[in-house]
């Protein structure tokens, strides 16, 4: 079983909607959690990065959350566009390690 | 200016063969990965190098050989090419090898093994 997931595995959503996607982890211990977005053909951009002690932080129209006591982390899209079509990715990182366990991924899909 | 570069982009080969994957980036990096994502859009790590020191070896069949002339280069070998390597390898960055860190991806190289 991998330790982080994501869900909803895809989703499509009309453009100017808002959506929330989720990221449930079992690494333990914590050291941070990045929100990457990878556009088809491309490869993964970070958006974000939380520690253990960051609730929420914003990057323009994405903001992500964690909740380090129920190991979950969302990120939520505002006023989404059509640029905003990609996977998106939650990356959890231990201490004292050298590893970045990526999760499943989450693919979005914005129509107009 | 491209940060981190890779190629080819595309490589289509028979099975059995050897091919190689060059990385380079330019952002005075001192760590590199490579990574493989399968048709399922899984990333999972295959190797690290920090100052062309390997740090991350991940259970990957020895036929995969990288190899780190230099702290902004660092390739892939793959010998005996087979049907399940198919797939997108990116290579990666960072500034150190710490959890903290940010990963500057390349734009991967879909390999395509007949």
């Keep these: 079983k991998n330790q982080v997931e ?53 990057n323009g129209r994405y903001t992500a959350t964690l909740d380090a006591d129920t190991k979950q982390s969302s990120l939520h899209i505002t006023a989404s566009q059509l640029s905003d079509s990609a996977s998106y990715i939650c990356v959890v990182s231990a201490p004292g390690t050298y590893k970045y366990i990526f999760g499943t991924g989450t693919r979005l899909k914005v129509l107009a | 200016d491209t940060a981190v570069s890779q190629t080819p982009k595309y490589l289509v080969t028979q099975m059995g063969n050897d091919k190689s994957i060059k990385c380079e980036q330019n952002l005075g990096h001192d760590t590199m990965y490579w990574y493989k994502q399968d048709s399922k859009k899984f990333l999972k790590i295959m190797f690290s190098y920090n100052n062309k020191e390997l740090i991350i070896n991940e259970t990957v069949p020895n036929r995969f050989s990288p190899k780190s002339p230099d702290k902004a280069h660092l390739n892939l070998h793959i010998n005996s090419l087979e049907l399940g390597d198919s797939a997108v390898y990116f290579c990666a960055s960072s500034m150190g090898q710490g959890a903290g860190n940010e990963q500057f991806f390349g734009p991967g190289t879909r390999l395509t093994v007949l």
């Design chain 1, 6 to 58: 994501q869900s909803p595995q895809s989703l499509i959503i009309l453009e100017g909607k808002n959506c929330t996607l989720q990221c449930n982890y079992t690494v333990s211990p914590f050291s941070n959690l990045r929100w990457y977005k990878q556009d088809t053909g491309r490869g993964p951009v970070s958006l974000t990065i939380m520690t253990f002690s960051e609730n929420t932080k914003s």
